[in-house]
């Protein structure tokens, strides 16, 4: 079965770190380009941070560039998202994706799969 399952959200300060992780079962993460989306209450799911496969690429949203790094193991089957310097608009459920390819995409409708989310909160 595919799955994609998130964890390392909480409650944070503003400032403050956090790492996200997602892990994919072994058929659905190699060969694949990788995502993180989020969403705030009442707003649209938008793209935070992409990596191709094998990890060379990544691209990130305009407004987490400089403080938030997207990686890889694909040993581990892992993503990671290093969020540093947090601030209270960064407020949302963060979402892990698998894209339809290797190549790195900031659009949504290139993913078909998803996890479950994990709630970010940062406190002002």
């Known amino acids: 079965q595919v799955q994609l399952v998130e964890s390392g959200g909480g409650l944070v300060q503003a400032g403050g770190s956090l790492r996200l992780s997602c892990t994919a079962s072994g058929r659905i993460f190699g060969n694949y380009a990788m995502g993180w989306f989020r969403q705030a209450p009442g707003k649209e799911r938008e793209f935070v941070a992409t990596?191709?496969?094998?990890?060379?690429?990544?691209y990130y949203a305009d407004s987490v560039k400089g403080r938030f790094t997207i990686s890889r193991d694909n040993v581990k089957n892992t993503m990671y998202l290093q969020m540093n310097s947090l601030k209270p608009e960064d407020t949302a459920v963060y979402y892990c994706?698998?894209?339809?390819?290797?190549?790195?995409?900031?659009?949504?409708?290139?993913?078909?799969?998803w996890g479950q989310g994990t709630q970010v909160t940062v406190s002002s």
């Open positions: 994706a698998r894209s339809r390819s290797a190549t790195a995409t900031r659009y949504y409708i290139e993913y078909t799969y």
């Open positions: 990596i191709n496969w094998p990890g060379s690429t990544t």
